[in-house]
């Protein structure tokens, strides 16, 4: 391990980022491409298929970052980060042929080993590095992840451009351009940066497993599961959110889904330096903290409530005599009341309103014709009222952006203690923790097809953050807890 940074380990630093940041575009592709086949009706997809594309990317990158981070300890990061880039330049050029769903499922597999490059960057990072910078490069590093608020912001435009004048083939071109992208960095990556290895080099395989039975190993995969495999299904899956519950166009959907993925990235780095400053388990007590809060609030969907509302009964037994708009006469007593107004309706365009807080409306409508014979104390008048609520995309939108940021904070927070809890298996303990990332990133946009087909509700994917935030929270302070008794019972022995 390093002692001081060098020039050298800048340098190592800018590449190791911008070449994540080109892979992690890619990784990403699917959530833009899918989306505008689907809604163009290139492909007849179901929500749940959608998923699966979305998904399966992301389920090769996390497979794959376990033994990428053993070779990567054992071989150095320049071979295998460069490597992965030019191998994975050709399932990602051979989806532009795609014309089934499993030919596209299958170069989707193909091209999603952009995301192992995660675990190469990260041992690789950390090998010319001092720990004390630790927190704050490996932030810097991870930063990357912008490269999917790139993909999310460019290429609705651009596939706009290649299917112009309805030429929807056009699409093709698109994983073309992918493709030479990873080339080029690919070659980049392998002229200009240096090879350099762990110690882990000289271990066997046996050694270099052993931190696996490590608990603690375990817990940070299940956190990453959230601050990381999350962001990447929301990274994809908002943009069909912004299209099919605000109406927006593609591209507008592609800028919003882009504001929540680049401060995710952006914000590592300031993640980083927090833990580093902090230390890790205080950032995130914090992050899952908010998370909760966060995923509650955007859970909430468009909601029409109609509960029974205060109604009026007769003082007096008698007969009805006269019913208007307004009043119901019994004898010669007059029952006034609220009737129902146009503004009570429940019309197309109320849903665009900006409904900061729940809206109450009440009205009443008479039961009672003229004729009838009413008892003391019979129902003249029901009441209803109505509660409804619209969550207004501007703030839906903010609140989505916020807990993107806040989920890139954690990112960094789990990250902080892994060179420093194992200096010499940064590459195997690091792919560990990115498999189970990955693998939430793979299995949430999946978990997220079939709620939405189930529910019918869009919002059921804020409802399932909501649970897995709070039991990430749960795990977190027991764990406090639970050293906090093993340290008092030690102070008194």
Avoid at 6 to 33: D, E, I, P, R, Y
Avoid at 166 to 193: H, K, Q
Wanted: aromatic share 14%; net charge positive; glycine share 10%.
């Amino acid at each position: 391990m390093m002692t001081e940074a060098t020039g050298k380990s800048h340098k190592m630093l800018f590449f190791n980022t911008l070449a994540f940041t080109v892979a992690f575009a890619a990784w990403m592709l699917n959530g833009v491409l899918v989306t505008f086949l689907v809604s163009n009706e290139v492909f007849d997809w179901s929500a749940s298929e959608m998923g699966w594309l979305m998904g399966i990317p992301v389920l090769t990158g996390a497979l794959m970052r376990f033994p990428v981070g053993i070779l990567t300890d054992k071989f150095g990061g320049k071979w295998v980060y460069g490597g992965l880039l030019l191998i994975s330049a050709i399932p990602m050029y051979l989806l532009s042929t795609a014309t089934t769903f499993t030919e596209y499922a299958f170069y989707s597999f193909g091209f999603g080993i952009t995301g192992a490059t995660f675990a190469v960057g990260i041992a690789f990072t950390s090998v010319w590095y001092p720990k004390k910078n630790q927190g704050t490069v490996l932030g810097i590093f991870g930063a990357g992840n912008a490269g999917a608020a790139a993909t999310s912001l460019l290429a609705p435009a651009i596939l706009l451009q290649l299917t112009a004048s309805d030429n929807m083939e056009g699409w093709r071109t698109l994983p073309i351009y992918y493709s030479v992208m990873l080339v080029g960095m690919g070659i980049i990556f392998l002229l200009f940066t240096e090879n350099r290895k762990t110690h882990a080099a000289e271990k066997t395989l046996r050694v270099m497993m052993k931190p696996l039975k490590d608990l603690q190993v375990w817990k940070f995969g299940l956190w990453y599961f959230l601050v990381f495999g999350c962001f990447v299904a929301f990274s994809q899956w908002l943009i069909p959110y912004f299209v099919n519950v605000y109406y927006l166009p593609l591209i507008t959907a592609g800028f919003l889904a882009a504001a929540f993925s680049f401060p995710s990235g952006v914000i590592r780095a300031f993640g980083g330096w927090l833990s580093d400053l902090y230390g890790g388990r205080k950032v995130m007590t914090a992050v899952l903290a908010t998370s909760v809060i966060i995923s509650a609030m955007l859970m909430v969907p468009k909601v029409d409530v109609f509960s029974p509302g205060k109604g009026i009964i007769a003082a007096i037994p008698g007969t009805v005599t006269a019913v208007t708009e307004n009043s119901v006469t019994v004898g010669k007593r007059v029952y006034k009341f609220s009737p129902k107004e146009k503004h009570h309706e429940i019309s197309a365009t109320e849903s665009d309103k900006i409904h900061i807080l729940p809206e109450k409306k009440t009205w009443q409508e008479a039961v009672v014709k003229v004729g009838d014979k009413v008892a003391k104390k019979q129902l003249l008048v029901k009441g209803t009222t109505r509660i409804s609520f619209q969550a207004n995309v501007w703030i839906f939108a903010a609140l989505a952006i916020l807990l993107g940021a806040i989920w890139g904070i954690g990112k960094a927070g789990v990250y902080k203690y892994i060179p420093e809890n194992y200096p010499d298996d940064v590459g195997m303990v690091g792919g560990v923790v990115g498999v189970l990332g990955g693998l939430g990133g793979f299995f949430t946009p999946i978990i997220f097809g079939y709620l939405l087909e189930y529910t019918g509700l869009w919002s059921s994917a804020w409802a399932f953050m909501l649970v897995l935030s709070f039991a990430g929270m749960w795990w977190l302070l027991h764990d406090i807890a639970h050293k906090a008794d093993k340290h008092a019972k030690l102070n008194k022995s």
